[in-house]
């Protein structure tokens, strides 16, 4: 390559004065110096748009089944009956519940219209981790606040959205519990058996995990479709292993026949499981066999706070027994228009505000959100049917 002359005389002036070049003393290495600024410490922000509410109701999204074991909705209502014949709030609040199977497709159309149509200013759900990572896209290209009363995985809210809150223990925190009760043991004889769902892939990667912390793997890992048959199949195999304790999960119904036929075939000695249990002391008292559950909080029935709620819902929904989702749910529109109340009169100021109702108690226990809007709520084990 060939340079002109004076091409060539600038850059050896640059050179030249380089050479002289002294980095400032607060550069030095191995000075300590306070950072500006430290990524991820800091409560999660948003600078955007403000999304007004308007109208004569505040609308909020329930994103779940209308009806079943993984419905959303009556606690959600009860708890928004409450609120309105209280007229704790300037406008009514109206629950629009929309659902449809196959929440990326589907599902995901219901949650635009919730959030462009209906006019939301917030969201709860959905029903389980998978569909709310579906909610969480559409929160967050319509600046909507979306509080997760069912999700468990941790990733919802490691990755830092603002708009997110996830409300029950992750499942790290659960599996950590479990670990904690003294069920395994270096030479417990353990394996697990799960569904291929996304939800209970995640809590057995977090199991996983924490078994490390014991150095216990396990004799086998079986991870089958959510069928009966399939289940069935995974059992059979497992016998060939005289397991000490399985860890399992299944959607309640199939939990249920995991039970029974492990209760018929002696399987096991013990069953691990968490959450989905959504009564894990009745489960264990009619079951015959011994179950530790990791609970997302204590179900106190000795509380008149939660006496109350069980005998309003029961009520609300003909005698039947609220679960944990249903108490999440409640808690999610008390929380909401607690916010409201304070002033959180549009989709970001009811997000900040929600972030700055650190303390609220609710059903579930003191509600503490950390850096990425996750609830450090602390699990509780169920052994045997007791707390």
Not at 34 to 47: I, N, S, V
Not at 211 to 234: K, R, S
Request: charged share 20%.
């Amino acid at each position: 390559m060939k340079f002109s002359i004076n091409r060539r005389r600038a850059l050896t002036a640059l050179i030249s004065g380089m050479g002289g070049f002294v980095l400032p003393s607060r550069f030095a290495f191995g000075d300590q110096q306070t950072p500006y600024k430290r990524m991820f410490d800091d409560p999660l922000q948003f600078t955007g748009p403000d999304g007004s509410a308007s109208g004569d109701q505040y609308c909020i999204g329930v994103f779940s089944p209308e009806s079943g074991e993984r419905s959303l909705l009556a606690g959600a209502q009860l708890a928004a009956d409450e609120i309105n014949q209280a007229k704790m709030l300037d406008k009514p609040l109206r629950l629009i519940q929309r659902w449809a199977d196959g929440p990326w497709g589907a599902g995901s159309q219901q949650l635009i219209k919730m959030a462009y149509e209906d006019d939301v200013i917030a969201i709860i759900g959905g029903p389980d981790s998978a569909s709310t990572h579906v909610a969480q896209q559409i929160a967050l290209k319509a600046h909507l606040p979306l509080l997760a009363p069912a999700a468990t995985d941790a990733t919802l809210t490691e990755i830092r959205v603002p708009w997110i809150f996830r409300m029950p223990p992750s499942d790290d925190a659960m599996s950590a519990a479990l670990m904690q009760s003294g069920c395994i043991k270096n030479n417990t004889r353990m394996g697990m058996i799960y569904a291929d769902l996304h939800d209970a892939r995640m809590a057995a990667t977090a199991f996983r995990k924490a078994l490390q912390t014991q150095n216990a793997p396990p004799l086998f890992d079986f991870i089958v479709p959510d069928e009966i048959g399939a289940m069935e199949t995974a059992m059979q195999r497992a016998a060939q292993f005289s397991p000490d304790v399985i860890w399992v999960w299944f959607h309640q119904a199939h939990f249920k026949k995991f039970i029974k036929n492990a209760k018929r075939t002696n399987l096991c000695k013990r069953i691990l499981t968490q959450w989905k249990t959504d009564d894990p002391v009745s489960i264990n008292k009619s079951s015959g066999i011994s179950i530790t559950s990791a609970a997302p909080f204590w179900w106190d029935t000795g509380s008149i706070k939660i006496q109350k709620f069980t005998k309003k819902y029961s009520k609300f929904m003909n005698g039947s027994k609220p679960s944990y989702r249903d108490a999440f749910s409640y808690d999610a529109i008390k929380m909401i228009a607690e916010t409201i109340k304070r002033g959180g009169n549009s989709r970001k100021q009811l997000r900040d505000a929600i972030v700055g109702l650190n303390g609220f108690e609710g059903l579930a226990g003191r509600y503490e959100w950390d850096n990425g809007n996750g609830n450090l709520l602390q699990p509780v084990v169920v052994r045997s049917g007791v707390y």
